[in-house]
């Protein structure tokens, strides 16, 4: 059960702009920017550096006003073209960017559903959610499966939102306060691209809303290996996690969260180490530690642990709840209300 808003060609297009990397994408893009037509105000096209000059084809085929192609002369990665996207949406005075894939798994029609949280001033970034309702995952593979969740984990560790999930979903909107505060520049150009928008977001407080929506696998190809995500993505978000730390606990608040999380490290590891090293002197010697030695190496361990579970605590009710556009209703400077009602958005029976 998802919400979701059919909108015919003939109905007034939403006014946001929809940015589309597009990388050997040319077996699918007719269809999506078919899927799109009527739906939104613009739609921007970003050639990666196609070797099937995706973009040339668009050009030439797709006779459009409200489509335009925006070529890029290196290969930047997934990340780097949606920034040109969202560079030149900025730029045209769009205040909703979504960013949608070239691969079709997308359906337009949950565009009124994903952004109006944004439209209605809730949110500064809206995702997609595919694990929302169990019945569809069916068609989502195995590994997929698996590794979102695990990935999920990770990621809310690094950010900090911790009521969100499937993290790597690139069908996303973003506003246009949010999108300039982020800083473009450092955001991963590759496959990190989502993961790291999530981090940057938690560093300038933006609130992150999840939109249950279900994703189409049909017969198209990921350029994401598995193996990639398992090697580089821990280590990446683990470095994110103490940047977030740093920015938030440290730089800009210290608070009762830092305290916390510096103690029970501190004591954490102290035990560990005190205890793993007193074992070892008992191995090599042969005799038992005192009841003493023992007390010393558990108390810090188990004080440092509890300490930690009540950072995470306080780490999970410090998530941003007030959107940086503030009521998006009155900075909007169209009609966006008019094309998105709470009614049409009700779930409707499966």
Known sequence: MYPRMDQ???ETPLPVAVVIPCYKAKRHIEEVLAGLAGRVRHIYVVDDCCSEKTGRFVQEGWKDANVSVVF???????GGAVLAGYRQALKDGYEIVVKMDSDNQMD???LPALVAPLVHGEADYAKGNRFFDVYSLGAMPMVRLLGNAGLS???KMASGYWDIMDPTNGYTAIHRVALRRLPLDRLDRRYFFECDML???ATIRAVVRDVPMPARYEDEISNLKVSRVLLEFPWRLFSCMLKRFFY???LRDFNIGSVETIFGVVLLMFGIIFGVWHWILSAVSGQFASTGTIMLAVLPFVIGAQLLLSALGYDIANRPTNPLAGDASTLLRFPA???IEESDLQASDP
Do not use: D
């Open 72 to 78: 890029l002369t290196e290969n930047q990665g997934v």
């Open 337 to 339: 209300r008019r094309c």
């Open 199 to 201: 981090f940057r977001l």
């Open 8 to 10: 015919s060609p003939s």
């Open 108 to 110: 337009p029609a949950y």
């Open 248 to 250: 938030i606990y440290i």
């Open 153 to 155: 984990f990770i990621v």
